[in-house]
């Protein structure tokens, strides 16, 4: 996988908190939560599931037990990251849809 510093700038920005504690913007911050990104992306705990996001076809990573959730585009692109609510969890386990 690889990040595209855009996506992971607006993820870091709006749904760090969702992965961790940051202590500020800088360029540690966001490289240690892209670390926790890709220890959660490497985590054989977490379900992998195929379907889109916003149009986009890609895979889910996701943990039905703490509702964070990542997607990775079809050519191996961070899209973004952030915990699911119940109804966006329980619509990607029906359809692999996230809204």
Same mark, same amino acid.
Do not use: C, R
């Given at each position: 996988?690889?990040?595209? @510093?855009?996506?992971?700038? /607006?993820?870091?920005?709006?749904?760090?908190?969702?992965?961790?504690?940051?202590?500020?913007?800088?360029?540690?911050?966001?490289?240690?939560?892209? $670390? @926790?990104?890709?220890?959660?992306?490497? $985590?054989?705990?977490?379900?992998?599931?195929?379907?889109?996001?916003?149009?986009?076809?890609?895979?889910?990573?996701?943990?039905?037990?703490? $509702?964070?959730?990542?997607?990775?585009?079809?050519?191996?692109?961070? $899209?973004?990251?952030?915990?699911?609510?119940?109804?966006?969890? /329980?619509?990607?386990?029906?359809?692999?849809?996230?809204?």
């Amino acid at each position: 996988m690889t990040y595209n @510093d855009s996506s992971v700038d /607006k993820a870091f920005s709006k749904h760090s908190g969702d992965f961790g504690s940051y202590p500020d913007g800088s360029s540690n911050s966001v490289n240690s939560f892209k $670390n @926790d990104l890709s220890s959660f992306i490497d $985590n054989p705990d977490n379900i992998q599931k195929p379907g889109t996001w916003w149009g986009s076809e890609g895979t889910h990573i996701f943990n039905p037990n703490t $509702n964070q959730w990542v997607f990775i585009n079809s050519d191996g692109t961070f $899209n973004t990251a952030f915990k699911l609510s119940i109804e966006q969890m /329980k619509h990607l386990l029906e359809t692999g849809v996230v809204k």
